[in-house]
């Protein structure tokens, strides 16, 4: 198992020091944070990351931005070989973004306290593989009261996934991309104050759940051997 390991979620600092009206009154509907990057692997999801931004820009009322590096990059930056993958990615990716869906991107972001902000953000792992391979993009969310709409694939199958799914957030987790996008827009036609209600909720079935469960992966067993060495 090689879960990314949280034994507790917390609610991020800089979210819970802002006022509900500060907040609401930049509010989104939904997100993506992603990098422009691309692989031939079957097992990638930068395709449908690229999918979703292109759909999700062209919805009438439906207020989407997209954030990450390595997207619309001047002709300065193009000749760092740092950003050459970037290059390759807009050169071999087969869905090639309109003006409308460039013209919803927000640049890069130091950290993830745009997500206070918005109701909805789409958590997709780089890869499908290993099994039960994720990492923080379902949980980080929750600690900024966003809730995460988590694409779940069959290579996943773990306790705290049955978890979830068996509960109230269940609809939070899906497994085709068309799912993934019919939930953000669900979630669009609630206010700010309602869905994070409904994240807050969440993040506290989590942390009750890790806190009374044995959730220990292998990553986790490596973190408490080292431990135990110092």
């Not at 930056?77 to 927000?106: E, I």
């Not at 990492?135 to 969310?141: A, I, Q, R, S, V």
């Not at 807050?200 to 986790?220: A, C, H, P, S, V």
Request: charged share 20%; aromatic share 14%; proline share 2%.
């Amino acid at each position: 198992d090689t879960a990314f390991i949280y034994k507790y979620i917390p609610l991020n600092s800089s979210t819970s020091e802002r006022s509900s009206l500060e907040i609401c009154s930049t509010s989104y509907d939904s997100s993506i944070i992603n990098s422009n990057l691309h692989s031939f692997s079957s097992d990638a999801n930068y395709g449908i990351r690229r999918r979703l931004i292109e759909a999700c820009s062209n919805i009438n009322g439906f207020d989407f931005r997209w954030y990450g590096r390595g997207w619309l990059l001047n002709n300065v930056h193009k000749l760092n070989r740092d950003n050459w993958r970037y290059l390759k990615s807009d050169l071999f990716s087969s869905t090639k973004l309109s003006q409308t869906a460039k013209n919803k991107y927000y640049g890069e972001v130091k950290d993830k306290s745009i997500l206070a902000n918005c109701k909805s953000t789409f958590a997709i792992e780089n890869l499908s593989t290993p099994k039960n391979y994720y990492t923080e993009k379902l949980f980080e969310p929750l600690g900024y009261r966003c809730l995460p709409i988590f694409f779940k694939t069959n290579n996943i199958q773990n306790n705290i996934f049955n978890a979830i799914q068996s509960s109230n957030y269940g609809g939070l987790v899906n497994d085709t991309p068309l799912k993934l996008l019919l939930t953000a827009l669900e979630i669009s036609k609630v206010n700010l104050n309602e869905t994070q209600k409904t994240a807050t909720g969440m993040r506290e079935f989590i942390n009750n759940y890790l806190k009374t469960n044995d959730f220990n992966t292998n990553l986790y067993k490596c973190y408490k051997e080292i431990l135990s060495l110092s």
